[in-house]
């Protein structure tokens, strides 16, 4: 089972600031990588896909970059509306699919 | 517009067998994608259960192997979820989803792109 270690768990910041996110996997994934984004009561949502790519809708300041074992999501510019806990997953081992244990981006 | 839809009891007692079920509209099970159950205790992150694919392919993670089964139902455009001998260990949201069966293919739907709203089945006498 490849293994997906997120840090920091918490990230205290202000709106406006840059966020500065980091997924570590047991292995290399290639650039097999997902990250998402969870709101209270809601799904998560696709936000970057294969290490770098923006999902449909998803705003210019979500990137996400890295390749074999560290990845990183910046978010460029804190809007209120991008509170919330980032989780990233993998699909290099299919079908063994995981999740990262998640960073909450909460508001300072 | 593509949407998924989970339905089935809250509460579950110890020892017995959840059910779930996950409808899907705006786009049929037929096509080239598998159909997911995910699930997610309070406070955690999420957990992959398994899939399934129309063509009968399952897949089941291991930690769960023994006791799950997922099926679909292609007349109803619909896909289910058994998890036998449940405990308190399995309270969690269970959210239904869809990714890309090819596992070459570049892009968006190569994973989890549209999910149900989840719902939560607690584990308690």
């Known amino acids: 089972e490849i293994v997906l270690t997120q840090s920091p768990a918490t990230l205290s910041l202000s709106p406006g600031e840059r966020a500065t996110l980091s997924c570590r996997a047991s292995q290399s994934v290639s650039d097999y990588l997902a990250w998402y984004q969870q709101k209270p009561g809601q799904a998560p949502r696709l936000l970057i896909y294969d290490a770098s790519n923006r999902a449909t809708g998803i705003p210019a300041r979500f990137s996400g970059s890295g390749s074999g074992t560290d990845f990183t999501l910046t978010i460029s510019s804190l809007e209120p509306e991008d509170f919330a806990v980032y989780y990233c997953?993998?699909?290099?081992?299919?079908?063994?699919?995981?999740f990262g244990g998640g960073t909450k981006v909460e508001i300072k | 517009q593509v949407q998924l839809q989970e339905s089935g009891p809250g509460l579950v007692r110890p020892s017995e067998t959840l059910s779930l079920t996950c409808a899907v509209a705006?786009?049929?099970?037929?096509?080239?994608?598998?159909c997911d159950w995910i699930r997610q205790p309070p406070g955690k992150g999420p957990e992959w259960i398994g899939s399934v694919h129309h063509s009968g392919r399952t897949y089941y993670n291991p930690s769960l192997n023994s006791r799950v089964t997922i099926s679909v139902d292609m007349s109803k455009n619909h896909f289910s979820l058994r998890l036998s001998s449940v405990t308190a260990a399995d309270t969690a949201v269970y959210y239904c989803?869809?990714?890309?069966?090819?596992?070459?293919?570049?892009?968006?739907?190569?994973?989890?792109?549209?999910w149900g709203q989840g719902t939560l089945v607690a584990v308690s006498s």
């Open positions: 989803a869809r990714h890309g069966a090819n596992y070459y293919a570049s892009g968006s739907y190569s994973y989890f792109d549209s």
């Open positions: 997953q993998q699909r290099s081992n299919w079908p063994l699919l995981t």
């Open positions: 705006g786009y049929s099970i037929r096509s080239d994608f598998y």
